[in-house]
């Protein structure tokens, strides 16, 4: 139980591109899911965390019209990078957690590389 | 904020020997955490902790969650290869976000 997947698991796209990444609680409704980068050697740094059927909250310093975060279902989130830029390429990983639960559970991440 | 203090930042040990590592918080915490990552892949949760001085097993791990709620450690009994990667603790507040340590990685010699 508890399955996250992510799609695409690797992208590569040239600069000014859009980019969406999809996260899904396969076994599981996802009242909260979360998303994160990782760059080499780094821990995982919280870009914002998403409520189905509500705007996502961002933490500090991460634009939120840069990274567009969509929660339409329990299942699903969303995360797009608008107009992609190399200084974005970065692992991508998104976590969900189920109701009353502190507890996530991450999909296998997105390596984004922008050329 | 928050600030989870993880160490050691690596370790190299030989096959078979123990493994112990920890988290201490700058605050008390409602839920500890403890996740291994492998390279290219997404953290896996290992153990997860929700009341002070729980003490829990998963095969060859054990972790715990201090009795003062400002800290964790996890035990790894008779490492094998395939325990190498990056293992990190997590730990919450009530509705806060998670927030990770910066990670330990350990490599297992043959």
């Known amino acids: 139980g508890a399955v996250v997947s992510q799609h695409p698991s690797w992208v590569i796209c040239k600069s000014g591109t859009s980019v969406k990444i999809e996260c899904r609680s396969l076994?599981?409704?996802?009242?909260?899911m979360f998303w994160y980068r990782q760059f080499p050697k780094q821990s995982l740094m919280l870009m914002a965390t998403?409520?189905?059927?509500?705007?996502?909250?961002?933490e500090q310093g991460v634009e939120k019209d840069k990274f567009l975060i969509n929660h339409a279902s329990l299942t699903l989130s969303t995360l797009t990078v608008t107009s992609a830029h190399p200084e974005d390429s970065s692992f991508y990983i998104c976590?969900?957690?189920?109701?009353?639960?502190?507890?996530?559970?991450f999909g296998p991440g997105t390596r984004l590389t922008v050329l | 904020g928050q600030q989870l203090n993880q160490s050691p930042q690596s370790m190299f040990i030989q096959e078979g020997e123990d493994v112990s590592m920890n988290c201490t918080s700058s605050?008390?915490?409602?839920?500890w955490l403890w996740y291994k990552q492998d390279p290219g892949e997404g953290p896996v949760l290992l153990i997860a902790?929700?009341?002070?001085?729980e003490l829990t097993s998963n095969g060859r791990l054990t972790a715990q969650f201090g009795i003062t709620r400002k800290d964790s450690f996890l035990n790894i009994s008779a490492s094998i290869p395939s325990d190498v990667g990056i293992y990190f603790c997590?730990?919450?507040?009530?509705?806060?976000?998670?927030?990770f340590g910066k990670g330990t990685r350990l490599s297992v010699i043959a």
């Open positions: 605050s008390i915490f409602n839920t």
């Open positions: 902790l929700y009341k002070a001085g």
């Open positions: 976590s969900a957690a189920g109701l009353g639960t502190d507890t996530q559970y």
């Open positions: 998403s409520n189905e059927g509500s705007k996502a909250t961002y």
């Open positions: 076994d599981f409704q996802a009242t909260t």
């Open positions: 997590a730990g919450n507040s009530g509705n806060t976000p998670l927030v």
